[in-house]
């Protein structure tokens, strides 16, 4: 199981990925896209990435929009594998 990271480890790995913000143990990020098409295209994307990885985001969609956030639910908070996923996710825009 990863390690969990403190807030300062966090802060600075977000400070990469300018996307995401930190709120209550999880990472979370908001996409906005032209239309449902292109945002469950992005779904879908993310999809094949959480299943490589074996690690898996909360998605929330509505039309063009699309809620991500991340947390490692066996560490209780967020670690490493939350953090390469959401920059793998932002590689995807
Ligand atoms: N996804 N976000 C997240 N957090 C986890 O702890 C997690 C996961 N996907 C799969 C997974 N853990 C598995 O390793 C186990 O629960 C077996």
Avoid: C
């Avoid at 996307?19 to 908001?30: A, F, L, R």
């Avoid at 032209?34 to 490589?52: D, M, P, R």
């Avoid at 998605?59 to 639910?73: D, E, Q």
Wanted: proline content about 1%; glycine content about 4%.
């Amino acid at each position: 199981m990863s390690d969990l990271l403190s807030s300062n480890e966090i802060t600075k790995a977000l400070s990469n990925l300018s996307d995401w913000n930190v709120h209550d143990g999880q990472i979370k990020s908001e996409f906005i896209f032209s239309n449902f098409v292109e945002a469950l295209s992005f779904i879908v994307k993310i999809g094949v990435l959480a299943e490589k990885a074996d690690h898996h985001p909360e998605i929330w969609n509505v039309y063009n929009r699309v809620s991500i956030t991340l947390s490692t639910h066996d560490a209780g908070g967020v670690t490493d594998k939350d953090i390469m996923l959401a920059s793998e996710i932002t590689n995807l825009i």
